[in-house]
């Protein structure tokens, strides 16, 4: 046997060829689920309790999972170059998708002990490079960035205040009377509690219009007559 063939990507069995990069993409899509799950919770006005984060982070998971089974692509394998398949070239198919979101984080940690991914195997699917090069990456590109999207909203509503969060800090805390009064400079907390008091009143919020034309100068004065 010459060393061309004992080194060649033909001993390595199909399934693990790409999956250190495959390890990688699960955890960024999970990571994801998680964040658009929180939100999620946080742009419908909900307490961000344990619960409510853990079941909103996997309703978000099962959506991307049944995505990525339909399609064999999701976001985090998209930006690693890679898409999931069975044998032939199959997509995994919607109840594999669905397995697949149980399975795949216990494969994150079996695969650091193990450096092998059992679970796929047992479900006949493995990643493969998306074919076409660069051109095939782009061209498959436009569908991954409604999750991109969705990505970049849940981190704006984890970033911004919630109305009662925002209520708290400008009416209850002494941070706040100073950023209603202008009397400190702006702080990110001051900058948008404010931003979202003044577009909940101009959206027709009567206590939160009424707070700014009695309580807060600032808000009063972008407000408007």
Same mark, same amino acid.
Request: net charge positive.
């Given at each position: 046997m010459s *060393?061309? %063939?004992?080194?060649?990507? #033909? %001993?390595?069995?199909? #399934?693990?060829?790409?999956?250190?990069?495959l390890w990688v993409a699960d955890l960024l899509d999970l990571t994801?689920?998680?964040l658009v799950g929180w939100g999620a919770v946080r742009a419908a006005e909900q307490l961000s309790t344990p619960g409510a984060l853990v079941l909103a982070g996997a309703v978000a998971w099962c959506v991307l999972s049944a995505v990525g089974g339909l399609t064999g692509r999701t976001p985090g394998r998209h930006f690693l170059g890679l898409k999931l398949e069975r044998d032939g070239g199959r997509t995994p198919g919607l109840g594999t998708g669905l397995l697949r979101g149980l399975t795949a984080p216990v494969e994150l940690l079996l695969q650091v002990v193990l450096q092998q991914r059992p679970l796929d195997a047992r479900l006949g699917v493995h990643a493969v490079v998306i074919p076409g090069g660069?051109?095939?990456w782009f061209r498959a590109l436009l569908p991954q960035l409604l999750g991109v999207a969705l990505l970049a909203g849940a981190v704006w509503s984890i970033l911004t205040p919630t109305r009662? #969060?925002?209520?708290?800090?400008?009416d209850r805390t002494l941070t706040g009377w100073h950023c209603?009064?202008?009397?400190? *400079?702006v702080?990110?907390?001051?900058?948008?509690?404010?931003?979202?008091?003044?577009?909940?009143?101009?959206?027709? *919020?009567? #206590?939160?219009?009424?707070?700014?034309?009695?309580?807060?100068?600032?808000?009063?004065?972008?407000?408007?007559?």
């Open positions: *060393d061309g %063939t004992l080194f060649s990507m #033909e %001993t390595i069995p199909t #399934e693990a060829r790409y999956q250190g990069r994801s689920s998680a660069a051109r095939g009662q #969060e925002m209520l708290q800090y400008l209603c009064h202008g009397t400190r *400079d702080t990110w907390q001051c900058r948008t509690s404010m931003s979202r008091a003044v577009r909940n009143a101009k959206a027709g *919020d009567a #206590e939160v219009a009424g707070f700014l034309r009695a309580e807060c100068p600032v808000g009063a004065a972008r407000l408007g007559p």
